[in-house]
């Protein structure tokens, strides 16, 4: 596939294209079929979106956090599940980006550059929680690379990605020292567990991972043994962060625009004034847009900085996923309450699906209780994953 460079503008105009033409007729069936938005997903590939964030020397788009922030939130709009999916591709692309190898530059990011290869996180495991940054999956060291032994939990895009960036203690770890590898789908003793059965994100095919005696070689490692806290801070953090950030702002930005379009074409059968003529409405819509559009340039601004490598930029991402997951969940709530009972019905208004897919915003890892803590420390200029 030849895919030329584009600018900022021209992607998220293919992003919006997408998200009309190819994302929204599909998101109904995605929420209530629980199905891996894999149509969505191929369009963006082919759209030259699916090297968003690899860089143009390895033949992809060369952008950032803040072009990752605003196609999230495209999508976010019309359909979250798809918005994560490809969200934390773009964040798996980041990581193998960040050190890679000219091996790794063949083999993974040029053909995610290329529109052909769709790679994702493997970070979660259900005995550390929300301290995705602590695994116990165990790397040891074996002729030619590696055994890779334990599991992963909440794989988005799992079982349909072509390859996955694993979290593990490094081989001969001491307290600390964790490492990072790319595993193909092929590989072996690979095993995959249940379906994703949440109450929201139903597309996000979130699955457990089983890695059982599974062999890396030497050349899949990412970086050096014992790099993970690294990749944590400077690339898996501030990718995953905005990722989230731009998916729920797209979800709470069209949950205001339903309320909107619903106050202006309601009208009432026995007459009297519209439901956009009381006051009391009017405050409450414009209290939503200020809501949403304070917490849309706190995103834009943390990305940039982020972009910008500035000192501020971690502090500033932690706290714009924290603000957003605190927008997301008031807004839809607001904006369903405006709507009525036509928005608390399944069929009547995205506001149903908004609802659940809004609430794993606070739950999805690092949850916002730790997401504050940690702009608290950082604040009093304490390490962050201190005690």
């Known amino acids: ?32 079929e629980g199905r891996w938005p894999e149509t969505g997903l191929r369009a963006l590939q082919a759209a030259g979106l699916g090297g968003l964030v690899v860089p143009s020397a390895f033949g992809g788009q060369g952008q950032g956090l803040v072009a990752l922030a605003r196609t999230c939130e495209v999508l976010g709009r019309v359909c979250a599940s798809t918005a994560i999916c490809f969200g934390m591709h773009c964040v798996g692309s980041a990581v193998i980006a960040a050190k890679a ?10 053909p995610i550059a290329e529109g052909e290869h769709l790679t994702t996180l493997a970070l979660s495991e259900s005995g550390t929680g929300a301290h995705f940054y602590l695994p116990q999956t165990r790397l040891t060291a074996v002729p030619g690379g590696y055994r890779l032994e334990g599991a992963k939990s909440f794989v988005t895009n799992g079982g349909h990605a072509d390859s996955y960036v694993v979290s593990t203690l490094a081989s001969a770890a001491r307290p600390g020292d964790f490492s990072c590898v790319i595993l193909p789908a092929q590989a072996g003793n690979l095993a995959w567990e249940g379906s994703w059965e949440g109450i929201g994100m139903r597309g996000n095919s979130a699955r457990t991972l089983r890695l059982q005696d599974v062999f890396v070689p030497a050349t899949h490692l990412l970086g050096q043994e014992g790099d993970e806290i690294w990749y944590v801070f400077n690339v898996v953090a ?3 962060l905005i990722a989230m950030a731009g998916t729920y702002l797209g979800i709470a930005s069209s949950a205001l625009e339903e309320a909107t379009a619903h106050l202006k074409r309601r009208h009432y059968g026995h007459g009297g004034a519209p439901p956009s003529s009381q006051a009391v409405l009017q405050h409450r819509l414009g209290t939503l847009w200020a809501v949403v559009e304070r917490t849309r340039l706190l995103i834009h601004s943390a990305a940039a900085r982020g972009d910008q490598g500035e000192a501020t930029a971690l502090a500033a991402l932690c706290s714009a996923k924290a603000e957003v997951a605190d927008c997301a969940v008031h807004v839809v709530n607001e904006a369903m309450t405006l709507v ?7 069929s009547g208004s995205p506001l149903f699906r908004h609802l659940r897919d809004a609430r794993a915003a606070h739950v999805m890892s690092p949850t916002t209780d730790i997401l504050r803590t940690w702009v608290g420390r950082a604040l009093l ?3 962050l994953l201190g005690e």
């Open 238 to 240: 501030p990718y995953f």
């Open 1 to 32: 596939m030849d895919l030329k460079r584009l600018s900022l503008g021209e992607l998220l105009g293919a992003a919006d294209q997408v998200a009309r033409e190819v994302v929204a007729p599909e998101a109904s069936r995605v929420d209530g």
């Open 101 to 110: 190898t000219p091996l790794q530059q063949r083999t993974f990011l040029e």
């Open 340 to 346: 009525g009972g036509r928005g608390y019905s399944e």
């Open 381 to 383: 200029d304490l390490p």
